[in-house]
């Protein structure tokens, strides 16, 4: 069974009544974030219960030391984590000389979380009685500004019930924060100043070894009543702590409030000699503007972003909210503000992943971005690695390549490799693939060439040229093999031929050789650029053009499927229906040498291929592929359920591909995987997006046009969205009797439905079923 507190709405996450087991699981869940940092739903206040702090800032790492038994060879040094910063969220309060702890009141009822994704804040509230039975009413409100985003505010709300109490609240900025995934238990942060006035305060630290500089700040404002009190705090500072405490007595019924605001300036984006004037200024402009207008912006700014993202669902509360929460956690993360950051799989809603970029961004988010936000913040994405090429290739020669070749990194942070497990820094090569798909994807979506002559080609010259390294001639099978790899499947290590690896080489040497004669043809500077730059000779475009002609694929006749790799069929082929449910997850129940040795597939893999160059395969191919795969496939990768979901729903199995879409869409909110408290996982919720609008919409763009084949699924009234499309904005209405498409911006667009060309204009298009 998977988790079921969460209570449905179409516009909020809301849990009501209190249970100490939930706390980790609902501080991932409620978490917020702005693009810059993000922090987990942790209280205010001192919680002595079972908690996972963390609050995080984008593009700010630091190089963990690795840990592992047996060193090989090509591992590098370090893993790097996206670091748990200094923490200003922190109120410590106390009521009549009693500290307030949750765990350990006499009483907490009316316990209520909610998480408002249409606005953009989080708020929670209890009424509690505490040991000295003095019982308080709480609500505190929380934001990270979109607006202005080195700065979160809070309101917290204190009223006495039952008793006049005299109440001190003590904000404070503790900077004596570690990692709980520390491998060594490494102190990650410097303190380098503490600096602070009669209401603000902050201090500056250093991140160890990578040196980014962090002030993280805090300016309070108190009133009773509404009435802004005056009154000066005690102040207390330690080597990595300072709060402030002021205490009021406060007569029953009578309300007071602190408004705090915090947040980090980071050396990132400011000098570092000017960061401490900078978070100063920052945190002076909030609490000028303060927390109410600061908020009103925040509602404006996420309405902004509802706009054009939003999916509405009509007839399914619980698809509704899930959809919701998936593109409200993906904004949170990434915006596409700055090309320096990416999309970490876990966000800022955890440690695990290290915050750090995946292949999951080019495979996974691209098409979510492109499409709700436009063709720049998709470059931008590109370009990320565009300028990692050079620590691509010195990756690939460190392993043994040469002439170029670049083999990009399963983790990064700056470009260079952090993961060290050999069967996935050496041998989860597929990544590299993806690479010069998002470019491929990024040119068919936005019809934008011009990024291949400017910067995709050296991309794609370089991974093809690894590709063409990496595969081997047997002599035995007269073709080109690639041994020892492991593919999306993470339950299968060091297999040969796994098919969509295979597939993805043979596809990456063959789109950069058509590209070559593109640019050859359309962009002859660029060409002589590249061509010299890159060192290209005619005798290596021949030896590619071997490779991709001659790639081996194993293939069994007798189901007429592509085998996921060499050797597939020799497994013990027992279906999943066939095992106790009590064994899954199996990541979490067997050994890992009995993982390996089952036919159980992790995630997508040879169906990932199928989704990705599904042209290239007849429906009646996709169908064997899938009844085969399908019952074999745990999903216990969050990235797994959406691809299945599409690939049902290109199949016309609408019952299946619903299925699928729930677990995607709800992986977290009801916690399938049973790893939530962890951190939720962001990067597959843009699989949720293209589990709908991919799946359910059929959209795929066919020779330059966007195409759709609209299904419903039978428990839904309605669904709705719109499509950035080439500087039009094309909304989608999808019913049980018809479709309507409507331009929302630009003159006409012509488009395909099931198959039939439709011109649609600025007053609504309909085509019945
Ligand atoms: C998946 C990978 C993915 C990573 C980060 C793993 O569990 O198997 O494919 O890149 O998570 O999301």
């Not at 592992?68 to 009521?95: C, R, T």
């Not at 929670?124 to 607006?147: G, Y």
């Not at 500089?213 to 009773?224: E, K, P």
């Not at 936005?446 to 002599?475: C, H």
């Amino acid at each position: 069974m998977h988790q079921d507190y969460i209570k449905a709405a179409k516009w909020s996450i809301l849990e009501e009544g209190f249970d100490n087991d939930r706390i980790k699981s609902s501080e991932s869940l409620f978490s917020i974030g702005n693009g810059a940092m993000g922090q987990r739903a942790n209280f205010e206040e001192d919680y002595s219960g079972d908690t996972f702090q963390g609050s995080y800032i984008a593009g700010i790492y630091y190089p963990d030391k690795t840990r592992v038994g047996w060193w090989k060879n090509g591992y590098p040094e370090y893993f790097a984590k996206v670091l748990n910063a200094p923490n200003w969220i922190g109120i410590k309060v106390s009521v009549n000389g009693e500290n307030l702890d949750l765990n350990t009141c006499k009483s907490v009822t009316e316990f209520k979380r909610e998480l408002n994704m249409k606005e953009g804040w989080y708020q929670r509230s209890f009424t509690a009685t505490l040991p000295n039975n003095i019982t308080i009413k709480v609500q505190s409100t929380r934001f990270l500004s979109l607006d202005l985003d080195e700065i979160g505010a809070i309101r917290y709300n204190i009223t006495p019930i039952n008793a006049e109490a005299e109440i001190s609240l003590s904000p404070y900025i503790d900077a004596d924060i570690t990692n709980e995934d520390s491998n060594w238990d490494d102190q990650f942060w410097e303190i380098l100043t503490i600096e602070n006035d009669a209401n603000g305060a902050l201090i500056s630290t250093r991140t160890l070894k990578t040196d980014f500089h962090v002030a993280t700040g805090m300016i309070n404002r108190l009133s009773l009543n509404n009435e802004e009190l005056n009154i000066s705090a005690k102040q207390s500072t330690s080597a990595n702590k300072i709060s402030f405490t002021y205490t009021v007595s406060v007569s029953k019924e009578n309300t007071l409030t602190l408004d705090k605001f915090g947040g980090y300036t980071v050396s990132t984006n400011h000098k570092k000699n000017k960061l401490n004037k900078a978070s100063k200024a920052a945190l002076q402009k909030a609490f000028t503007i303060g927390f109410e207008k600061l908020l009103k912006q925040q509602k404006k700014d996420w309405k902004a972003i509802w706009d054009m993202a939003d999916i509405e669902i009509e007839g399914d509360l619980k698809a509704q909210q899930g959809i919701r929460f998936n593109i409200f956690q993906l904004n949170q993360t990434y915006l596409g503000k700055d090309a320096r950051l990416n999309i970490g799989p876990k966000g800022f809603t955890g440690e695990k992943y290290g915050g750090s970029t995946y292949w999951d961004t080019e495979a996974y988010c691209l098409p979510f971005y492109m499409s709700t936000k436009n063709q720049e913040v998709a470059k931008s994405l590109l370009t990320y690695r565009y300028q990692h090429l050079d620590k691509a290739i010195e990756n690939a020669e460190k392993l043994g390549f040469s002439n170029g070749a670049a083999l990009y990194p399963m983790v990064t942070m700056n470009g260079e490799e952090c993961h060290n497990e050999w069967e996935i820094t050496f041998e989860e090569i597929h990544r590299n693939g993806a690479m010069t798909y998002a470019i491929y994807n990024y040119v068919k979506y936005t019809g934008d060439f011009s990024y291949i002559p400017e910067k995709g080609l050296e991309v794609m010259i370089a991974i093809a040229r690894f590709w063409q390294q990496r595969a081997n001639f047997s002599s035995e099978r007269g073709k080109y093999v690639i041994l020892g790899v492991t593919g999306p499947n993470e339950y299968e290590n060091n297999v040969n031929n796994n098919h969509y690896t295979n597939y993805l080489a043979k596809w990456c040497i063959e789109y950069c050789l058509q590209a070559i004669d593109k640019v050859k043809l359309e962009y002859a500077s660029d060409y002589n650029r590249i061509w010299k730059a890159t060192n290209l000779s005619d005798i290596e475009l021949t030896k590619w053009e071997d490779v991709a002609k001659n790639m081996y694929f194993p293939y069994c006749e007798k189901y007429q499927v592509y085998l996921q790799q060499d050797g597939f069929l020799d497994k013990d082929l027992i279906t999943l229906n066939n095992l106790d449910t009590a064994e899954r997850p199996i990541n979490q129940k067997w050994s890992w040498d009995r993982i390996l040795r089952s036919p159980y597939i992790k995630q997508a893999d040879t169906l990932q291929g199928m989704y990705m160059f599904d042209d290239e395969y007849s429906r009646e191919e996709l169908k064997r592929h899938f009844d085969f795969y399908e019952p074999f496939t745990v999903h216990e990768s969050s990235l797994s359920p959406c691809v299945h979901s599409i690939i049902a729903a290109r199949l016309g199995n609408m019952d299946q591909a619903y299925e699928f879409y729930l677990r995607t869409s709800r992986l977290d909110l009801d916690d399938y995987n049973k790893e939530v408290e962890e951190g939720c996982h962001i990067t597959s919720m843009a699989g949720t997006w293209m589990s709908i609008v991919e799946g359910f919409g059929g959209m795929k763009v066919i020779d330059n046009k966007l195409s759709f084949v609209p299904q419903i699924p039978k428990q839904w009234k309605s669904y709705s969205f719109k499509i950035n499309f080439r500087g039009n904005v094309l909304q989608i209405n999808v019913s049980k009797k018809e479709t309507t498409f409507n331009l929302i911006k630009g003159d006409s667009l012509t488009i395909l439905v099931n198959g039939n060309v439709l011109k649609v204009t600025d007053h609504k298009e309909i085509v019945s079923f």
